[in-house]
């Protein structure tokens, strides 16, 4: 399994933005298809945002438009650039690494959204 740790919550206002990062271990992270989650209290952890060793992007229809994801092969990382913010986005962000049928989770990252 590949190691990941997240970095980069916190506390935002309504239409504010935030920047996930996400260092993951190992040496062959480029062919890692990276995805980040989000489980809000009482609620299922669910897709947020999902990119594949070539490139292609994949977004949950709330966040299309708000939402970008990005990987950075040469540094292991993996960013969410997370912009005009709801309070409905507030969650534990998990960052997630998919290589074969090998899955890998990180720790967890709180952001909250309120006023």
């Known amino acids: 399994q590949v190691q990941l740790v997240e970095s980069g919550g916190g506390l935002v206002q309504p239409g504010g933005s935030l920047r996930l990062s996400c260092a993951a271990s190992?040496?062959?992270?480029?062919?890692?298809?990276m995805g980040w989650y989000r489980q809000a209290p009482g609620k299922q952890r669910e897709l947020v945002a999902r990119?594949?060793?070539?490139?292609?992007?994949n977004y949950e229809d709330s966040v299309k438009g708000r939402f970008t994801i990005s990987r950075d092969n040469a540094k292991n990382t993996v960013y969410l650039q997370m912009n005009s913010l709801k309070p409905e986005d507030t969650a534990v962000y998990y960052c997630?690494?998919?290589?074969?049928?090998?899955?890998?989770w990180g720790q967890g990252t709180q952001v909250t959204v309120s006023s």
């Open positions: 990119i594949t060793s070539g490139g292609n992007t």
């Open positions: 190992g040496s062959i992270f480029s062919a890692y298809v």
């Open positions: 997630n690494a998919l290589y074969g049928s090998t899955w890998s």
